[in-house]
């Protein structure tokens, strides 16, 4: 039986980003995932590495901090970074005020107002109605995340020496020894990032934080010619549901306006987020529903809406739709995350907003210092 100084269940990018943490003090690491390969929210998000917007306080340190790793593993694990930055359009007044406050806040360092013209320039489709007062922000970095997620899992194995077993579902852990559907895992240490998975371990501490999951409808679009956005797009309803904007005391006369003008878009937790593939296709989500168990269907009507709100922005006639898909992502009110410790050994990490591609590798440093102690001892 190998022995690991630290076990993790889930390959997506938390438990991903614990491995890195761990392997960098000199940690012994295994993976186990009960998927052939990662398959839960971390594939199916944008890829969007996201600073601005983010809720003010630890979730943006955090996330300052993930970008500036994502940047490192993403260079070094051969990862394309797609685009760079963020340019937020937006059409109404009480959107102007909104981004005027942003601006002033911490939150605002190295962002601008732009014009429509300035804001053309990154994304010269932008329509100029729907981008009189633009946000921009340079601190985004945007990646594939189906291709990026298993280049950082191959890369861990290959430059860090982390285990990963596949196709292992995790049954029991109480260190030194994990369970599997298949076998036993010997390690001094534990970490579960089981996505929005609440009930295969730990279900009665995870019972505590009376977790759900969020479900989301993405999809692929296609432009009819060629085109190039140096930048990721958001707009109005971005402002009115992103925390980081969305708390500010502005924005209530903006969310006001987005209910009573785009009340079905609202009902159903839309906001625009496009970003672009190597290929020069578009993801472009997102909607939100929340459930314990959300259905698996995606509903042309919802798509239908993050679609008009694309077209309301984006000039590209004879665009079409290539992939629909389906994500969740755990949820939970009134917090973005927890960290639980079921005993000094074993620590359970989940993100409970969607902002996990954007803040775990801040987390798992975080995780790591805890259950490991000091710095010292932090390998090249
Ligand atoms: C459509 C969509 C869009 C999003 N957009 C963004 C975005 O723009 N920016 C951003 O920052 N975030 C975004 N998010 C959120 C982000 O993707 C998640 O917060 C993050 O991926 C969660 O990572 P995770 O590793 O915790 O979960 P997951 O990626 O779901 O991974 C959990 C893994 O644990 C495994 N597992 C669970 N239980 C067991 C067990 N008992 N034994 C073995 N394996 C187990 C699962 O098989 C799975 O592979 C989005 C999410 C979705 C769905």
């Not at 890195?20 to 199916?44: E, Y």
């Not at 993403?74 to 685009?83: C, D, P, S």
């Not at 409808?217 to 190039?228: C, D, E, F, G, S």
């Not at 168990?293 to 239908?304: E, N, Q, R």
Request: net charge negative; charged share 25%.
């Amino acid at each position: 039986m190998a022995g690991y100084d630290l076990a993790i269940v889930g390959a997506g990018i938390l438990g991903l980003a614990h491995a890195l943490a761990a392997a960098k003090r000199g940690k012994k690491v295994v993976v186990i995932d009960r998927d052939a390969q990662a398959n839960g929210a971390s594939v199916r998000n944008f890829g969007f590495v996201t600073v601005t917007g983010q809720e003010a306080g630890d979730c943006w340190h955090l996330a300052r901090r993930a970008r500036e790793v994502w940047a490192e593993v993403a260079e070094e694990a051969g990862i394309e970074v797609l685009q760079r930055g963020l340019v937020l359009a937006a059409r109404h007044p009480e959107s102007e005020a909104v981004i005027d406050a942003f601006l002033k806040t911490e939150m605002g360092e190295g962002c601008a107002k732009l014009t429509a013209d300035e804001a053309q320039a990154h994304v010269p489709q932008l329509r100029s109605d729907a981008a009189k007062y633009a946000l921009y922000s340079p601190h985004e970095i945007r990646v594939e995340s189906r291709t990026a997620i298993p280049l950082v899992t191959k890369w861990l194995a290959d430059k860090w020496g982390v285990t990963f077993r596949f196709g292992e579902a995790g049954t029991s852990v109480a260190p030194p020894v994990i369970e599997t559907a298949s076998g036993r895992i010997e390690a001094e240490t534990a970490i579960v990032c089981p996505g929005d998975d609440f009930i295969s371990l730990f279900p009665e501490r995870m019972s505590a934080y009376a977790p759900t999951r969020c479900k989301l409808q993405m999809l692929r679009v296609v432009p009819a010619k060629p085109v190039l956005f140096r930048t990721a797009v958001m707009s109005d309803l971005g402002l009115g549901r992103y925390l980081g904007y969305a708390d500010l005391p502005e924005a209530d006369a903006l969310k006001k306006r987005l209910d009573a003008e785009q009340a079905e878009a609202r009902a159903n937790g839309i906001h625009l987020i496009v970003t672009q593939s190597a290929d020069g296709s578009f993801v472009v989500g997102d909607s939100h529903h929340y459930a314990p168990t959300p259905d698996p269907f995606g509903s042309k009507a919802v798509d239908d809406l993050i679609l008009d709100e694309f077209d309301r922005v984006l000039d590209l006639p004879g665009r079409t739709v290539s992939e629909n898909w389906i994500g969740t992502y755990a949820s939970a009110s009134g917090r973005w995350r927890f960290t639980d410790k079921p005993s000094d050994d074993v620590r359970i990490v989940v993100v409970t907003a969607g902002c996990g591609a954007s803040t775990a590798f801040g987390i798992a440093e975080e995780t790591i210092a805890d259950l490991f102690g000091s710095q010292s001892g932090v390998a090249a």
